[in-house]
């Protein structure tokens, strides 16, 4: 649907370096954004494309207040920040873009950056149709042709 550009952060140096890492390899060209839901957020960066994961990828340290890492920043519309399990330390691959504020996830999840340019893709494919019952996934693949 276009480009979204994206600044991150100095302030989530093992989130940052770890996405940086993984586009650098081409590992997210290809991927879906497999989850989303207007007026929150946009995820993707599940090689299997099922918000399961690949359990085989590394994992890094939550940057967050609750796992005691300073980070100020909030998700706001636009922000990136990192997918998780339930445990902190869990994110690997799978990011999400929010497509309105959500404070609450402030101090739980390691926002690591945000749109500068591209927020109306980013309304565009939260705008697509989607299927409540499997997980809010498009019924019509969004596909990150390249990272």
Same mark, same amino acid.
């Given at each position: 649907? !276009?480009?979204?550009?994206?600044?991150? =952060?100095?302030?989530?140096?093992?989130?940052?370096? *770890?996405?940086? @890492?993984?586009?650098?390899?081409?590992?997210?060209? #290809?991927?879906?954004?497999?989850?989303? +839901?207007?007026?929150?957020?946009?995820?993707?960066?599940?090689?299997?494309? %099922? !918000? =399961?994961?690949?359990?085989?990828?590394?994992? +890094? @340290?939550?940057?967050?207040?609750?796992? !005691?890492?300073? *980070? *100020?920043?909030? /998700?706001?519309?636009? $922000? +990136?920040?990192?997918?998780?399990?339930? /445990?902190?330390?869990?994110?690997?691959?799978?990011?999400?873009?929010? /497509?309105?504020?959500?404070? =609450?996830?402030?101090?739980? =999840?390691?926002?690591?950056?945000? $749109?500068?340019?591209?927020?109306?893709? $980013?309304?565009? +494919?939260? #705008?697509?149709? %989607? *299927?409540?019952?499997?997980?809010?996934?498009?019924?019509?693949?969004?596909?990150?042709? %390249?990272?």
């Amino acid at each position: 649907m !276009g480009d979204i550009l994206v600044r991150l =952060y100095d302030e989530t140096p093992l989130h940052r370096d *770890n996405f940086l @890492k993984l586009a650098g390899e081409g590992f997210f060209d #290809g991927t879906l954004f497999h989850r989303v +839901i207007k007026d929150f957020m946009i995820q993707g960066g599940d090689p299997t494309g %099922t !918000g =399961y994961g690949d359990k085989s990828l590394a994992t +890094i @340290k939550g940057e967050f207040s609750a796992n !005691g890492v300073k *980070n *100020n920043l909030s /998700h706001d519309r636009g $922000v +990136i920040s990192m997918a998780r399990s339930q /445990h902190p330390d869990s994110a690997s691959s799978q990011f999400f873009i929010m /497509h309105a504020d959500a404070d =609450y996830l402030d101090g739980q =999840y390691a926002a690591f950056g945000h $749109v500068v340019s591209g927020m109306d893709v $980013v309304d565009r +494919i939260a #705008g697509v149709r %989607t *299927n409540r019952w499997a997980g809010d996934r498009p019924y019509e693949d969004q596909v990150m042709e %390249t990272v």
